[in-house]
Each structure stands twice: as structure tokens, then as C-alpha cells.
């Protein structure tokens, strides 16, 4: 059964970093596509960082190119999020999802499984 574990958030300054990572206790990443969402408070969730099935390709948006950095470990069912260069904006509730798909979708309801989430917090 598949279960998403989040974990390495926490408080940072502006211009800090931290690396998310997100493990899959309940089995393997192997055939799905991998994909990091966040949610502020009154906010959509929004899409941060994909990677296909393969590992081959990665997919951010325009907001957090150049510093955000995704990778997988299909060995070790984890998947990391590198996030340099924070801003307050980055501040919210990142959460780790699985699709059955080749690419990593931006939209949140193509997505089959989620984990709880791990909240990353920026001052300024």
C-alpha cells in the first residue's frame, strides 16, 4: 500500500535553504511520475517540480526555476526536493505526490496519491 512520508521542513531565513525529502514506506516509485505541490494558506495548491517516470526529465515552473532542484532514488523509493535561494513566497505546506503517468503533470488532480504534507516556513 502505498504511503507518502514528507519530511525536512522547517523554519529558514530568507536566502536559505532546505531539502525535502519524501519516501514511499509502502512500496516503490518505479512506473509512476513524482511531483512536488505546495499550499499556502488561501492559496491553491500549485506545482513546484516534476520528474517522469524514467527520471530522465524535470519540470518546474517559471516561480522557482533556477533554484529548485528535484531528483529520485528509485533504490531507496525516495524522492528529494533541493530548495535554494528561499524567498517569504516559498513559504507553505509542500506535499509529495505519485501519478500512473509517463510525465509529471502540473495539475494536482491527476495525481493518485499524496502524502500529508511538511510545512516550510521563510522570514524575511
Not at 97 to 117: E, F, I, N, S
Request: charged share 15%; net charge positive; proline share 2%.
Amino acid at each position: 500500500q502505498v504511503q507518502l512520508v514528507e519530511s525536512g521542513g522547517g523554519l529558514v531565513q530568507a536566502g536559505g535553504s532546505l531539502r525535502l525529502s519524501c519516501v514511499n514506506s509502502g512500496g516503490t516509485f518505479s512506473g509512476f511520475a513524482l511531483a512536488w505541490f505546495r499550499q499556502a494558506p488561501g492559496k491553491a495548491r500549485e506545482f513546484v517540480a516534476g520528474i517522469n517516470r524514467s527520471g530522465s526529465s524535470t519540470f518546474y515552473p517559471d516561480s522557482v526555476k533556477g533554484r529548485f532542484s528535484l531528483s529520485r532514488d528509485n533504490a531507496k523509493n525516495t524522492l528529494y526536493l533541493q530548495m535554494n535561494s528561499l524567498t517569504p513566497e516559498d513559504t507553505a505546506l509542500y506535499y509529495c505526490a505519485m501519478a500512473r503517468t509517463t510525465v509529471a503533470a502540473t495539475k494536482a488532480t491527476l495525481y493518485d496519491y499524496w502524502g500529508r504534507g511538511t510545512q516550510v516556513t521563510v522570514s524575511s
